[in-house]
């Protein structure tokens, strides 16, 4: 206990998550009594307090307990492959998709506000034929969602390798297998460019991670494999139905207008934002004047930094990025451990990329999406604790 209180507070990993996600709540609470609808404010409040709660659980827990977390990880990339096999299913067979969503079973898992909405309008994300979602009615989601598992699974299978657990590591490629295909199987376009830059992502970071480079050259390495992912997309898009383009093409169209209001808005509200509900009603009268997008005048923002900067303004923008910093920087301590770890790291920091890319063009907040926080808080608090674990041996060596 003597080694703990003496390690300086700046040297615990755990500040660099928990330090910018406590702005971000201070500021979320700030802005409902600020903002348009306040109700919104209060429910993202209410979404986002869990995955700090489960971040420093874990990282505690962990810090104490390292080697559980191949089980917990193995047991995780076991329960979750249910969801996997359903988007697979759901994508041969949009039918059973179809009876699943209009099932009593499906208010068990999806928001019942979306099953009704989804039953009132007809129209809905994986509502179209090239889309599955599984347990989710979104694809893209689904397939965020989908790359976690599957990078929680090799991790998993590396750690049992590396014990000699022959047979539960097989298993793990199994089930790696499964949680990969079933990406392409959300019918996700930008899911499909992540699984193909994934195994490259994970050269590309390891690369970098063992070499020591700059975390900002790491992340201009990553933006340049996406969009030679997306250039190789595009020209091969010949080979797919014009159906699947034409719905690209129009959602491309759809989030250049989008961005382009949201630049406007920024520079007349640049450190303040626009308050919850406050996107809605400024982005309602800007679509207005284009006459194709009346219909989206209730669009969201497409875009995790300009939803944050919308709602509760810079700082927490700001702050965002600083605990996306602290995942690669987790990842970089962690990968100095050994041969495995490093593997692990790079895997690890390569599906947090993606999820950061997808956020930048799809419409959700990882901290906040429901589903999507267990499995982000735990990878983080996992490289986190055992960094914390060398800490507080070195400093009780010093004594």
């Not at 997008?293 to 702050?319: C, F, K, R, S």
Request: charged content about 15%; glycine content about 6%.
């Amino acid at each position: 206990m003597l080694a703990v209180s003496m390690v300086d507070v700046r040297n615990v990993p755990a500040t660099g998550v928990l330090i910018p996600f406590i702005v971000i709540i201070i500021m979320n609470v700030v802005y409902i009594f600020l903002s348009p609808d306040v109700a919104e404010g209060g429910r993202s409040l209410v979404f986002s307090l869990p995955f700090g709660a489960i971040f420093y659980i874990s990282y505690v827990y962990m810090s104490k307990n390292p080697n559980l977390i191949e089980n917990l990880f193995t047991f995780y990339a076991l329960m979750s492959v249910v969801q996997s096999i359903l988007t697979i299913l759901f994508i041969i067979s949009p039918d059973l998709e179809m009876k699943f969503l209009y099932s009593q079973m499906a208010g068990i898992f999806v928001n019942p506000n979306t099953l009704a909405h989804l039953a009132l309008t007809g129209s809905g994300n994986v509502l179209d034929v090239y889309k599955a979602g599984g347990f989710f009615d979104n694809g893209n989601l689904a397939a965020v969602y989908n790359e976690i598992s599957a990078s929680t699974a090799i991790c998993a299978m590396a750690m049992a390798r590396n014990r000699g657990k022959k047979l539960r590591s097989t298993l793990l490629f199994i089930l790696f297998l499964v949680h990969y295909v079933s990406i392409f199987a959300t019918g996700s376009k930008s899911g499909a460019v992540m699984a193909v830059s994934m195994p490259f992502m994970w050269m590309i970071v390891r690369f970098f991670i063992r070499n020591q480079r700059r975390l900002d050259k790491l992340a201009l390495a990553s933006l340049a494999l996406f969009l030679f992912c997306f250039v190789v997309y595009y020209f091969s898009s010949e080979i797919l139905t014009n159906e699947i383009i034409d719905n690209g093409e129009r959602n491309a169209a759809r989030r250049i207008v989008i961005w382009d209001a949201a630049l406007k808005l920024f520079l007349q509200n640049p450190i303040s934002g626009l308050g919850y509900g406050g996107w809605y009603e400024n982005f309602k009268d800007y679509g207005a004047s284009f006459s194709y997008m009346q219909v989206y005048g209730d669009m969201p923002a497409h875009n995790m930094l300009i939803i944050i900067w919308a709602e509760t303004g810079l700082i927490p923008a700001l702050m965002i990025l600083l605990l996306m910093k602290a995942v690669f920087t987790y990842s970089k301590k962690f990968a100095q451990i050994g041969r495995v770890e490093l593997f692990m790291a790079s895997v690890i920091s390569s599906v947090f990329i993606c999820i950061f890319l997808h956020s930048m063009i799809d419409n959700f907040i990882f901290y906040r999406e429901a589903r999507l926080q267990l499995p982000s808080a735990l990878l983080i608090a996992w490289m986190a604790s055992w960094q914390s674990r060398h800490i507080f041996l070195k400093a009780e060596k010093g004594n």
